[in-house]
């Protein structure tokens, strides 16, 4: 299982970005992909979460309405794209999917995520 994270980077208050994970190594429509985040000295939390076979979302409260997540299958890709982006949102944004057979899970969306990839760098700040 290998999952890449891309598209981070440092965006102004107010401003956007669209996160891609590209997955290999697993059957893509089979499983659930998450996207989750890491601010420094704070625990990892789920942010929002796609089930490949039906399109089927869950966002956290914190994002409703700014974050939409998405995906393409024919690219094996999930988008997360963020608008309003407020300083808070700054964390390493990390992919995951519920294929199983990792060291490490965390709950989100009724589902328990793991491996992961290695995670983009988000900084909102002026």
């Known amino acids: 299982v290998q999952l890449v994270e891309s598209g981070g980077g440092l965006v102004q208050p107010g401003g956007s970005l669209r996160l891609s994970c590209v997955a290999s190594?697993?059957?893509?429509?089979?499983?659930?992909i998450g996207w989750f985040r890491q601010a420094p000295g704070k625990e990892r939390e789920g942010v929002s979460c796609?089930?490949?076979?039906?399109?089927?979302?869950v966002l956290a409260d914190s994002v409703k309405g700014r974050f939409t997540i998405s995906r393409d299958n024919a690219k094996n890709t999930v988008y997360l794209q963020m608008n309003s982006l407020k300083p808070e949102d700054t964390a390493v944004y990390y992919c995951?999917?519920?294929?199983?057979?990792?060291?490490?899970?965390?709950?989100?969306?009724?589902?328990?995520?793991?491996?992961w990839g290695q995670g983009t760098q988000v900084v909102v700040s002026s």
């Open positions: 995951a999917t519920n294929a199983g057979g990792a060291s490490e899970y965390r709950e989100f969306g009724d589902f328990f995520f793991g491996p």
């Open positions: 796609i089930t490949i076979s039906d399109g089927s979302t």
């Open positions: 190594g697993f059957t893509f429509d089979y499983y659930t």
